[in-house]
């Protein structure tokens, strides 16, 4: 499987911000989306990506006075990317070596889609399960 495949199945689209965005207002966007972390674009640019985790350490470093920040102030600017030919099996070990839980995916040095390690399980899981059933018909000879 590929991230291709990822994407195909559930689209291209990502949430994104502004690198002045303030980080009050991603959260709001983290929030409202139910997402864990948002891409931060300069125009078509990719500028780096701002999770939750990203705002609790700094809530906890800073308190509250830090939500009136821009998210360009904490964000991660140098974001591991994956392209839409990588196999899952790849960016799975990306994620786990890296322990990040969101990838952008890029073609051609434009934004692709974004893929998640729950999307990442979801396929591997279904990849499992469809060796199972096919060993079991080959043992039954179905």
């Avoid at 139910?34 to 990506?49: E, F, K, T, Y």
């Avoid at 705002?55 to 906890?60: D, E, F, G, S, T």
């Avoid at 102030?73 to 974001?79: E, N, Y």
Wanted: proline content about 3%; charged content about 20%.
């Amino acid at each position: 499987m590929l991230v291709s495949d990822i994407l195909n199945a559930k689209g291209n689209d990502v949430v994104t911000a502004a690198p002045h965005t303030l980080i009050s207002e991603a959260a709001k966007i983290l929030a409202e989306n139910r997402i864990g972390s948002v891409l931060v674009m300069n125009g078509a640019q990719l500028a780096g990506i701002l999770s939750e985790r990203d705002i609790v350490r700094v809530l906890a470093a800073e308190g509250a006075a830090c939500l009136d920040g821009p998210v360009s102030r904490i964000m991660t600017a140098k974001v591991v990317t994956c392209r839409p030919d990588q196999t899952i099996s790849d960016v799975m070990q990306m994620m786990t070596n890296g322990r990040f839980r969101h990838v952008p995916v890029m073609a051609e040095g434009k934004l692709a889609g974004m893929i998640s390690i729950g999307d990442v399980v979801k396929w591997r899981l279904e990849e499992a399960q469809e060796e199972v059933r096919q060993m079991a018909a080959y043992v039954t000879g179905a």
